[in-house]
């Protein structure tokens, strides 16, 4: 168990509509990722942030968007879904965010959109 | 379990034998490198890392052999076990930037009894 919680483990939902995915990172953890791993694609990096702050982005789609509670929780928040956004969704934390830092993955949430 | 990249190149060998897993990353910018092991079902699960100022790493059973000339990295498992069996993937982080992990498309390691 890395100590990250992703919330729910599996989501179905129709084409078009908006799903909201939560993370709860490991105790203490200040820095948050969300990554996207599709059959076809890998491991692809969203998006992370630390302390509340968005820090870096990486491929994410305008219809998507997250944040950071001041508890350190994430909210991955996919909207106007597409059949392609099925995919597995992971969260992973870090103490600081800094690069060398050794993140740790929670077990994902299977989205499927049909 | 969740099947993860059902295309991915997949690596077998025997039990017992000696495994490697290579990868080569794209940023010569990148100053840090970590492999990741990934079973059916789970997230990725840090095995070991490396930084750009060295070019072997030892852990306990695994190796990471870092060649910053030909950007190329290496994941080295002794004695490979049956529950070394999963996905490994190979990430990489540009110098100075936060914890961006680039991931690689990741090799299938299927280990035989």
């Known amino acids: 168990d890395s100590g990250v919680t992703q919330t729910p483990k599996h989501l179905i939902t129709a084409t078009g509509q908006r799903v909201t995915l939560r993370c709860s990172p490991r105790?203490?953890?200040?820095?948050v990722y969300w990554y996207q791993q599709s059959l076809d694609q890998g491991l692809q990096f969203l998006i992370q942030?630390?302390?509340?702050?968005?820090?870096a982005k990486g491929n994410i789609l305008e219809r998507f968007s997250a944040q950071q509670f001041p508890d350190l929780h994430s909210e991955l928040n996919l909207s106007s879904l597409e059949l392609g956004d099925s995919a597995l969704y992971f969260c992973?934390?870090?103490?600081?965010?800094?690069?060398?830092?050794?993140?740790?993955f929670g077990q994902g949430t299977r989205l499927t959109v049909v | 379990g969740e099947s993860v990249g059902l295309h991915l190149p997949t690596l077998s060998v025997q039990e017992g034998d000696n495994s490697i897993i290579n990868c080569a990353y794209s940023?010569?910018?990148?100053?840090?490198f970590i492999w990741y092991k990934q079973e059916s079902g789970k997230g990725p699960q840090f095995i070991i890392d490396?930084?750009?100022?060295?070019d072997k790493r030892q852990g306990q059973r695994v190796t990471v052999l870092l060649n910053k000339t030909v950007k190329h990295l290496s994941l080295q498992i002794a004695a490979t076990q049956p529950g070394d069996s999963a996905v490994y993937f190979c990430?990489?982080?540009?110098?100075?930037?936060?914890?961006?992990?680039?991931f690689g498309a990741g090799t299938r390691l299927a280990v035989h009894p």
């Open positions: 942030y630390y302390n509340g702050e968005e820090r």
């Open positions: 992973a934390s870090s103490g600081s965010g800094q690069v060398g830092t050794e993140a740790f």
């Open positions: 490396i930084r750009s100022n060295m």
């Open positions: 940023n010569s910018a990148s100053d840090y």
């Open positions: 990430a990489e982080n540009e110098a100075g930037g936060y914890n961006k992990l680039i």
């Open positions: 105790s203490g953890d200040l820095s």
